[in-house]
């Protein structure tokens, strides 16, 4: 976490507020965000259960004061200095939502798994047909966009269902979507990575459930 936040802070983007979520962690990270400094800029939600992924940013939204939002997960995953070009198409109005790609022209360092890269491609080519968009990563956890446009929406996955969730929702506004190449660190489920083979089902579900209803 102290390693992301300086990254964040570093990477030479306007920053109006950063909202960082504790989703009832068990590792030290709870303490050590209770014993930040106050930052008038920085921001700490505390959830009194594991909710998953998709609950934590959901409780970072509802927070988000700011025009433009940005997720970032913390674990290193996606490195903060690509955050500059993810926004660069919102800032010169040529885009309302970005995404990053994993799998457009970017460098991965250690890539995913194959079975997951083959996954992320089958689930963003349903969301694709679902959605009318053209992406190449819908799974991928860099998404910016204007946070106007999460007025009418609520948010229900509490897991990974949120990419396809918040994917189907933003289309059905019909806004400019952009994406860009970013880089890729994996981690290994060894290392705490936490989706399985059944997070790729329930996102078809999530795809049609949203998309129909």
């Not at 997951?116 to 080519?125: D, F, L, M, P, Q």
């Not at 396809?164 to 290994?188: D, M, N, Q």
Request: charged content about 25%.
């Amino acid at each position: 976490v102290p390693t992301i936040l300086d990254r964040v802070r570093s990477a030479g983007i306007p920053i109006h507020q950063i909202i960082v979520v504790d989703d009832a962690s068990t590792d030290g990270t709870r303490n050590f965000l209770q014993a930040l400094p106050h930052d008038p800029a920085l921001h700490v939600e505390f959830h009194n259960t594991n909710r998953g992924k998709g609950a934590a940013i959901a409780t970072a939204l509802a927070h988000a004061t700011g025009t433009i939002v940005a997720i970032q997960d913390a674990d290193l995953e996606y490195d903060p200095a690509d955050l500059p070009k993810l926004l660069r198409p919102l800032l010169e109005n040529r885009a309302d939502v970005v995404y990053g790609s994993r799998f457009s022209g970017c460098k991965n360092s250690r890539a995913a798994y194959r079975r997951h890269r083959w996954g992320n491609w089958a689930v963003t080519k349903i969301s694709n047909i679902f959605t009318g968009l053209k992406l190449t990563d819908m799974e991928c956890c860099y998404k910016a966009f204007y946070r106007k446009l999460l007025d009418g929406i609520t948010l229900k996955e509490q897991r990974f269902g949120f990419e396809p969730e918040i994917t189907v929702k933003l289309a059905k506004k019909k806004p400019r979507f952009h994406e860009v190449a970013i880089s890729y660190t994996g981690r290994t489920f060894a290392e705490g990575k936490k989706i399985r083979w059944y997070d790729g089902l329930w996102a078809i579900y999530a795809i049609v459930k949203y998309r129909l209803f």
